[in-house]
């Protein structure tokens, strides 16, 4: 096999290596904090949108980076609910209402099972590291970039089936359900 051959194979495996490497990492994507002034915060955030990554959420972890979390996708539900069962990493939560904030939660204590209920509507929530709801100044009237808020994606703004909502923490032990949809 000629020289010239044997390069272009490599080429070909070390480009084919990278967009299967690319197809991997699309479980996290990014998302913008806008505050009121145009100040932007950019995190890097896991999607949480089928039962199971509803359910598991950032469970059984011993850390998380800077500006990393999870964006959970609760469209759908009357009520958005949290709970910190199974998780070690001390959490702020950040409840978003389509793609404004509403309401933050600091400091939620690790492996708390303690519901998390938003005082407002709110169909997703954003959870980050304890204390960065601070460091980047995040509050209510926040604006949200992030797939889930664009409406040409319909695929992620999908309510979580009915038969699912049985699994996701309640208030007060009530199973959740969500909305009628008209």
């Known amino acids: 096999m000629s020289k010239l051959l044997k390069m272009l194979m490599i080429a070909l ?3 084919s290596c990278s967009k ?3 197809k991997t990492a699309g479980d996290e ?22 039962l199971e990554e509803l359910q598991l959420g950032l469970m059984n972890r011993d850390s998380l980076p800077a500006a990393h979390g999870m964006i959970f996708n609760l469209k759908g539900y009357p ?19 389509d793609g404004k904030v509403v309401w ?3 400091n939620a204590k690790p492996l708390s099972t303690d519901t998390i209920l938003s005082p407002v509507p709110a169909n997703a ?23 889930f808020f664009d409406n040409s994606n319909p695929v992620v703004l999908e309510a ?12 007060a032990g009530k199973k959740l359900q969500p909305a009628a949809v008209e």
């Open 13 to 15: 495996l070390v480009v």
């Open 160 to 171: 979580l089936p009915e038969e699912d909502a049985a699994a996701l923490p309640t208030e």
């Open 79 to 97: 009520k958005a609910a949290m709970w910190m069962k199974d998780t070690k990493i001390p959490l702020d939560m950040v409840f978003i209402n």
């Open 125 to 147: 929530v954003l959870e980050i590291n304890a204390g960065e709801v601070k460091k980047y100044n995040i509050k209510p009237g926040d604006k949200i970039e992030h797939a």
């Open 104 to 106: 933050t939660f600091e």
């Open 20 to 22: 299967q490497d690319e």
């Open 29 to 50: 994507v990014n998302l913008t904090v806008v505050s009121a002034d145009g100040t932007r915060s950019e995190f890097v955030v896991e999607n949480a949108v089928t």
